[in-house]
Structures are given as C-alpha cells and as structure tokens.
C-alpha cells in the first residue's frame, strides 16, 4: 500500500478526482487513459459522499482493532501490527459479506465478481 488519501474536508470541492486517482492507482496499466479501457474496470477505494454543506472522502480508516480482520473466516483480512495497514487477499475471499457488516465505519463493499474491496 503507498499510503491514503488524507483530505482537508474543509477544502474539498466534491470533484472525485480523488476516486479516479484512486482508480488509476489500482488499475493494471496504472495510466488513467488506458484504465478507461481495461476489463474489468479498475475499482476505486475511496467515495465522495455530500454530508450537509461538505464532501467528504471516505476509505478505510485501518482501525487498530480492525472488526473485519478478526470475523473474516478465510483469513482474506489481515493486519500484521497495530501500525500497520489492513491488507486485503482477494483470491482468499469467498464473498461471505461479514466484514462489510462489521465495519464501524461502512467503508468495505465488494467488487463487481463478489470480492472484498476497500
């Protein structure tokens, strides 16, 4: 993982530019014209929702005692340290839907073949 996304909320103009970066950045070409062509379309990991008069992105927060790491049956989840970022094994998940339930924060959501994707 190279990192998050950390927005001034008080800045953000609800473009999604960041959604696409996102998007580019976990595309298989990593070139945002060449993206828009691959199948399946990358996905992004980070969402604009409005909230009153702001936007705000939201993406996974990494949470110290990460709820969906210790319900996920197939291990898919994992967080090596309390530092450390949550890692998602997609070829471990088999689509159960209990760390989507379990997220404090309602930023887990599967992709378009039934896979976790944060």
């Known amino acids: 993982m190279k990192g998050i996304i950390v927005v001034d909320v008080e800045k953000c103009l ?24 691959e199948a399946p ?3 992004y990991r980070v969402t604009v929702e409005a909230a009153g008069e702001l936007s705000v992105p939201l993406q996974c927060r990494h949470c110290e005692d990460a709820p969906c790491v ?21 070829e471990l998940c088999i689509g159960c839907k209990w760390c989507i339930l379990v997220c404090p924060f309602g930023i887990i959501k599967l992709s378009r073949d039934g896979k976790i994707v944060t």
């Open 14 to 37: 609800g473009c999604k530019s960041c959604e696409i970066g996102c998007a580019v950045e976990h595309s298989v070409s990593k070139d945002l014209f060449k993206a828009i062509e």
């Open 41 to 43: 379309l990358p996905q």
């Open 70 to 90: 210790d319900i996920c049956p197939t291990k898919a989840i994992e967080k090596l340290g309390t530092q450390e970022p949550v890692l998602i094994k997609e």
